[in-house]
């Protein structure tokens, strides 16, 4: 059985209540799962280099993301520990598994004593392997995406995860994806690793609809984890990559369908083998500067100390 993620992101714009109805829209799409994310504010790290962004002979180095702006916006985002204890109940309430992505080791814990039994690691972590150990064998199952990772990174944390039930999802970190550089291929390489392989989709949805979890599932992805929003696209950030109610039950709808009834959906996708790319992948420029970025935007801050998931205590 396919499992269909929807994942809420900051679509609830720090609002309990939106937060609530996302939920029971996303179960009675279909949703297997529904995703928050733990993201604190005050996790955010400090820079320099992003303050300005770094430019040389026309080349940029680095991308500009001022800290007190993005601050300021996450701090309006916030989901407390009691809130998420709340986004479990309503979960079970609404019968869909709760999941969410940890972005800092010193938050597990409390993730853990919550009651979460599966667990996402965003893609700037997939090479963050003390914190892979740290998840290691403490959740029925582990969500990984790899986008902005390097393929001897991907095999490392496979060999991490070795004894644990996980999945790879394939991902492009570029917001959104143009078509022309998803790579569904991947899937097949990724599938060397675990039997669980997925897509996690951040493609434009008011020009793409659906279509790329369409040539994903076509391609026996057992994971689809698409932004989830009941707002209209403009009013959050993550809006413009999210589908809506009715697509994400749609997404689930097809996840039904046998390969030969899929294909016949597929061939009517225009440039779907744009889609399908190469097995192989070399990052490009731009997602080299979004990994620089991301990956170590959040970090634990234990006696005055920043410590990055990939670094030991």
């Known amino acids: 059985m396919t499992k269909i993620i929807a994942e809420l992101c900051q679509n609830h714009n720090g609002d309990v209540n939106i937060l609530k109805d996302m939920i029971w829209r996303a179960a009675d799409s279909g949703a297997s799962h529904v995703k928050m994310q733990t993201i604190f504010s005050e996790d955010l790290t400090f820079r320099e280099r992003f303050e300005e962004g770094i430019t040389s002979n026309g080349v940029v180095k680095s991308i500009k993301r001022p800290y007190s702006p993005e601050f300021e916006r996450l701090s309006k985002l916030d989901l407390e520990f009691d809130t998420h204890a709340l986004f479990i109940d309503e979960c079970s309430s609404a019968g869909v598994i709760p999941l969410t992505t940890v972005f800092n080791r010193s938050r597990l814990e409390s993730i853990i004593e919550l009651g979460f039994k599966e667990i996402k690691i965003a893609s700037y972590d997939c090479a963050s392997f003390p914190l892979i150990n740290d998840l290691k064998n403490k959740f029925n199952h582990i969500y990984v995406s790899t986008g902005a990772t390097h393929d001897s990174e991907i095999e490392t944390t496979a060999d991490i995860l070795s004894d644990q039930n996980f999945s790879f999802l394939h991902c492009v970190t570029i917001y959104p994806t143009p078509v022309d550089k998803l790579n569904l291929n991947r899937i097949d390489y990724l599938r060397q690793f675990t039997d669980s392989v997925g897509f996690s989709d951040h493609t434009r949805s008011s020009q793409h609809g659906i279509d790329p979890d369409i040539v994903a599932l076509w391609k026996d992805a057992d994971v689809i984890e698409r932004h989830f929003t009941i ?28 390969h030969d009834e899929l294909f016949k959906l597929v061939e009517n996708i225009p440039d779907y083998d744009k889609m399908l790319g190469s097995k192989t992948h070399s990052l490009s420029e731009e997602e080299l500067l979004n990994r620089d ?21």
Do not use: M
């Open 231 to 258: 707002l209209d696209s403009s009013q959050t950030k993550d809006g413009p990559v999210s589908v809506n109610p009715e697509q994400l039950k749609n997404i689930v709808d097809y996840s039904k369908y046998n």
């Open 293 to 313: 970025y991301y990956r170590g935007r959040f970090a634990s801050k234990i006696n005055g100390k920043t410590i990055y998931n990939w670094e030991e205590r």
